[in-house]
C-alpha cells in the first residue's frame, strides 16, 4: 500500500482525471477528501469510493470555500493533510476575436487562481513531509487555435509548481505538476466534443490511443507517494509520447 493512512484533498474528484486519482489513492489505503461544485455529482462519486472518501462541496477558487474544507477534512479524519491533488480545472473555447477579457479571466480564476488558493489555503493543515500535485497540461507548451486561454492557464499551473517548490522545499512540502496529453473525460462534453470526436485525436498521438484517467491516475499516484521523494518543482509527462516524440 503506497498511501497508507495517508489523508489526501483532490479538488475536482467528482469526474474523471480526479475521480480516478480518489479511486487509486483508496485502493492504496488513503482516506480521500473529494471536492467540486456540483453536489449531487460529488455524492454520487463519493457513494462509489466507500466510507474511506469524504465529499465537500467547495469551489476552488474561493479561499474561504477551501479553508472550510481543509478544516473539515482534517475533523473528520483526525490528522493533518499529507498530499494534495490541485486538479479543478475547466477547459474553454476562447477564439480571440471573439473573447472578452472577462471570459479570457474566467478561465484563469479557476485554472490559475484556483490552484493558487488550493495550495495557499492548505499550507496550515499540511502535514511534514507532504507531497503537493498541480495537474497542468501538454498544452502547457503546445499552443492550440481557439484555446488561448487555457494554454496559457496550464503554462502558469507549470510555473507555480516550480516557484511553489523552491519556496517549501525547506518545509519538506513537495511540490510537482503533472502534464496529461489526451484523457477520455467529461471535460470533452463540456467543449460539445463526442468521444467519436476524441478518437480521431489518435493518429496524433505515438501511442495511438486517448489516455484512461486510471492511466493518468497512476503517474499522479507517483507523485504522492513516496516512490518520488527525491522529485519536487518537475513536470512529469503522462501523454502516450505526444510531447517527446514524433507519430509518424
Ligand atoms: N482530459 C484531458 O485530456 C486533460 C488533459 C490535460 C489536462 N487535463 C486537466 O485535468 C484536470 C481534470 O480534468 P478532467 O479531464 O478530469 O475533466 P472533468 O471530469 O471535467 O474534471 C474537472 C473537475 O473539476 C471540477 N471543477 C471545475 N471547476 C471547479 C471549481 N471552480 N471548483 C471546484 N471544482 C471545479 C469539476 O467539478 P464541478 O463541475 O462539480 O465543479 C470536475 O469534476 C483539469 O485541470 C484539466 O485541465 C485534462
Not at 470555500?65 to 479524519?77: I, K, N, P, S
Not at 522529485?231 to 501523454?239: K, Q, S
Request: aromatic share 6%; charged share 20%; glycine share 8%.
Amino acid at each position: 500500500m503506497l498511501l497508507q493512512d495517508a489523508l489526501a484533498v483532490v479538488t475536482g474528484g467528482g469526474s474523471g482525471i480526479g475521480f480516478a486519482t480518489a479511486e487509486r489513492f483508496v485502493s492504496e489505503g488513503a482516506r480521500v477528501v473529494i471536492s467540486g461544485r456540483d453536489a449531487e455529482k460529488l455524492q454520487r462519486a463519493a457513494d462509489k469510493l466507500g466510507a474511506n472518501a469524504l465529499p465537500v462541496v467547495a469551489d476552488a477558487a474561493n479561499a474561504a470555500d477551501m479553508r472550510r474544507l481543509y478544516e473539515t477534512a482534517v475533523a473528520h479524519f483526525g490528522r493533518a493533510v499529507d498530499v494534495i491533488v490541485a486538479n479543478a480545472g475547466v477547459s474553454r473555447q476562447t477564439p480571440v476575436r471573439e473573447t472578452s477579457l472577462a471570459q479570457f479571466a474566467q478561465v484563469f480564476d479557476i485554472n490559475v487562481g484556483g490552484v493558487y488558493v488550493t495550495v495557499r489555503e492548505a499550507l496550515a493543515f499540511l502535514a511534514r513531509p507532504a507531497s503537493v500535485i498541480l495537474v497542468a497540461s501538454l498544452a502547457a507548451n503546445q499552443g492550440t487555435k481557439h484555446f488561448s486561454a487555457y494554454c496559457a492557464s496550464k503554462a502558469a499551473v507549470v510555473s507555480l509548481a516550480k516557484s511553489f517548490a523552491a519556496e517549501f522545499v525547506e518545509s519538506g512540502i513537495r511540490v510537482n505538476s503533472i502534464s496529461p496529453g489526451v484523457a477520455k473525460t467529461p471535460i470533452f462534453d463540456s467543449l460539445g466534443m463526442s468521444e467519436a470526436e476524441l478518437l480521431q485525436w489518435s493518429h496524433v498521438i505515438p501511442m495511438k490511443r486517448p489516455a484512461e484517467p486510471a492511466e493518468i491516475a497512476g503517474a499522479i499516484l507517483f507523485l504522492a507517494s513516496d516512490a518520488s521523494r527525491y522529485m519536487t518543482g518537475a513536470d512529469l509527462a503522462v501523454d502516450g509520447g505526444m510531447s517527446g516524440i514524433s507519430p509518424f
